[in-house]
């Protein structure tokens, strides 16, 4: 029940696409992921508790957070040189279903499938906001999974519920990716 | 639902948003003209209800000021300090001055963030001819870090005394959960000061600003306190003489179901919808400004523009920065260290109720507590609810206006509309009629 989304950008962003290589020194905090939702909202708590089952087996240079609703300044933290990973419930896409998107793959796209946490400013927005005032594409992903039940409780729905263990693996994959990404090399395997 | 307004031409017209983009929350727009005439003007709410009145059934109202705080991840502080005075109110608990400041500190920085997040990354796109704030930051990329700033200034704040940025902890009857030291409050100065400098630059930006002419008359209601501008206390009171108690709040207004809509609406008892937030309390309590603010609006010189004209509301969000930035420095630079934290108190059986002024309006609560203080039964009103049939009826009156425009380019204006009142869904969304069965 996995669909992997690997989209190409879509608009061109010429005045940091072209900005000038830099070298910059290996950051402590290699990858950030960075969980959005709400604990008490359904298929709205996914992220966080995929990310808890992570959390202790992360290496050291990368660091979780809940953040909720993901905002320009979480991403404007992310030191020089390091990655992130979003994630997130999304609607759009069937129930369970999990999709991993770049963010070079964010800008433009219309699939129709939205993170579900409330963000007054949406999360491919977000991220190329925080790119453009970061003078650089940040380098990361989104992982989200498909939700259909947002109401209230700590529940999760038959589907989500059933992805779970297949949300952790692909978080746990983002990390090796973006962290090939960060680095400039390929991933492994 | 709204009376038809006719437009020259016969003209029919649908237009259907189904995600409206750079608003708090999931919602969208239905309008149908038939005939040059607005049948229909529909913000519908579709987020699911969230059942926050039940939820704090049961529990003490210490508790119930953390779980409000997770109605909305952009206003947490309003529904904090409306529950916390409403609770202290009703258990006669005289708080310590620090208290007072540190709270009215803890909304400006509220105010800051959210009205930073909506002028510079929601409103502006849409006035400046940009159809994103990607497309924005990449023409005028300083201007939208000058934004984050002073956003991030008020996120400090809420930081340094709530705990943290979003949902804050800290906040308790009676006080805070701990004494929050001098040192930790003057550290905050340096980058308001900034962000003063970054909020008189915003007046400066909005002045220069052309949105689309609408104008109409609205009914504006606002809270108006003796000494201050509202945030934590006053009365209700609108610009056609209404003047009462912020605990009579359901004497005055009550809330329906509509079809179309997850959020109840609220009116006034006489049908008529009434209109909350920066532009109602920029006109109704213009006097009560911060000198620097209300030198701001008086060098905008768009007061009457700000009470009548809707796409406005960029302007009295200008002046609001400005107040809630030079207020914050006055109260950090006053700032005496209390003894201790909070207060000691008992509760009581009582009827608690308040209302304070969040970022976008009037906010409203009334808990009904046990002997022991729990709540037995809760009402919470948030400002986008009460807005929603004001938006409506503006649809309705704008829509026909702007017919005889191209359908991709009224759907724009019409969004760009319902942008300017800063709508809040996630905190609109609520049910009073939830039924609980007890099976045991």
Partial sequence: ?189 | MHDAVSAPGGIDLAVDVRNLTRVEGEGSLHLRVRDGAVESARLEIFEAPRYFERLVVGRSMDEVIDIVARICGICPVAYQMTAVHAAEAAFGITVDPATVALRRLLYCGEWIESHALHVYLLHLPDLLGYPSAIDLAQHARATVEGGLRLKRAGNAIVARIGGRAIHPVSVRVGGFSRVIRRDEIASLRADLVEARDLADATVELVAGLQPPAFRRDARLVALRSPDEYPMNTGRIVSNDGLDVAATDWESIFEERQVPWSNALQAHGRDGRPYLLGPSSRVTLDADRLHPRAAAALARLDLADRIANEPNWSIAARAVELVHAVAEAIDLVDAYEQPARGAVDWSPRAATAAWATEAPRGLLFQRFRLDDDGRVQEARIVPPTSQNQAAIEADLALFAPTVLDRPHAEITHLLEQLIRSYDPCISCATHFLDLQVEDSS
């Fill in chain 1, 1 to 189: 029940m996995t669909a992997v989304l690997d989209i190409a950008p879509a608009v061109r962003r010429p005045d940091i696409t072209d900005a000038p290589e830099v070298t910059l020194p290996v950051p402590a905090t290699l990858i950030e992921i960075l969980a959005c939702g709400a604990p008490d909202r359904g298929d709205d708590s996914a992220a966080t508790i995929a990310v808890g089952r992570l959390a202790d087996t992360l290496p050291d240079d990368v660091r979780a957070r809940i953040v909720g609703q993901l905002d320009i300044d979480d991403l404007l933290a992310i030191p020089p040189g390091a990655g992130a990973i979003v994630v997130d419930t999304a609607v759009g896409v069937d129930p369970g279903w999990i999709v991993e998107i770049p963010f070079s793959g964010l800008a433009g796209r219309e699939s129709g499938i939205r993170p579900r946490s409330s963000h007054a400013l949406s999360i491919p927005e977000t991220v190329a906001v925080a790119s453009i005032i970061r003078g650089r594409p940040l380098q990361g992903m989104v992982v989200a999974v498909g939700g259909v039940d947002f109401g209230l409780g700590e529940s999760l729905s038959w589907p989500v519920a059933a992805a779970m263990d297949a949300f952790v693996m692909a978080i746990a994959d983002a990390v090796q990716r973006v962290r090939a990404l960060v680095a400039g090399t390929p991933p492994r395997g």
